[in-house]
T-cell receptor, first 111, second 113 residues
């Protein structure tokens, strides 16, 4: 079973708007990672946030982590057509290294 | 500097057959992980290889096996193929473990008829 659950499953926004995706998980984690996948391609690592961190930035990306609620969010600011992709959160449990991916959020940026 | 490469890109097999998929990790990486991604789903962790040994394994039957070579490249073998094995098989490499960012190849699309 998949531990991470992204919300929403699909999201369509206008170019230039901000996109927010959420991820919930069940067990204690070492870290949480976000990945992007373009259609028919492999996943690309976006950002890693450790369990003792609360917020991290990378370019137009902002990730938050709330370990008390077992949730994370990914914010993409000033969206572009090239941001159209599926976004996955992945958790690495404390007990082992068996990384667990969620089902993903399909983001579509409208021109 | 080559990233993760996988071969073949597409493969069609019939039920009961066996298949071998190959992966070359990103230069400098010593750990290879394999994932199965069904259509519309997230990747599911199959297993991880480090120093030529299987270090972690997900909830996959023994029909799924692997190997890592001294040059860190890896193979995924699946025996007695079932229709449900149809999926995109992804290989990812990292330095040390899945606690580090994973670098993915573009996968092998396996179709079972």
């Amino acid at each position: 079973s998949q531990q991470g659950e992204e919300d929403p499953q699909a999201l369509s926004i206008q170019e230039g708007e901000n996109a927010t995706m959420n991820c919930s998980y069940k067990t204690s984690i070492n870290n949480l990672q976000w990945y992007r996948q373009n259609s028919g391609r492999g996943l690309v690592h976006l950002i890693l946030i450790r369990s003792n961190e609360r917020e991290k930035h990378s370019g137009r990306l902002r990730v938050t982590l709330d370990t008390s609620k077992k949730s994370s969010s990914l914010l993409i600011t000033a969206s572009r057509a090239a941001d159209t992709a599926s976004y996955f959160c992945a958790t690495v449990p404390n007990r082992d290294d068996k990384i667990i991916f969620g089902k993903g959020t399909r983001l579509h940026i409208l021109p | 500097d080559a990233g993760v490469t996988q071969s073949p890109t597409h493969l069609i097999k019939t039920r009961g057959q066996q298949v071998t998929l190959r992966c070359s990790p990103k230069s400098g990486h010593d750990t290879v992980s394999w994932y199965q991604q069904a259509l519309g789903q997230g990747p599911q962790f199959i297993f991880q290889y480090y120093e030529e040994e299987e270090r972690q394994r997900g909830n996959f039957p023994d029909r799924f096996s692997g190997h890592q070579f001294p040059n860190y490249s890896s193979e995924l073998n699946v025996n007695a193929l079932l229709l449900g094995d149809s999926a995109l098989y992804l290989c990812a490499s990292s330095l040390g473990s899945t606690r580090q960012p994973q670098h993915f190849g573009d996968g092998t699309r396996l179709s079972i008829l």
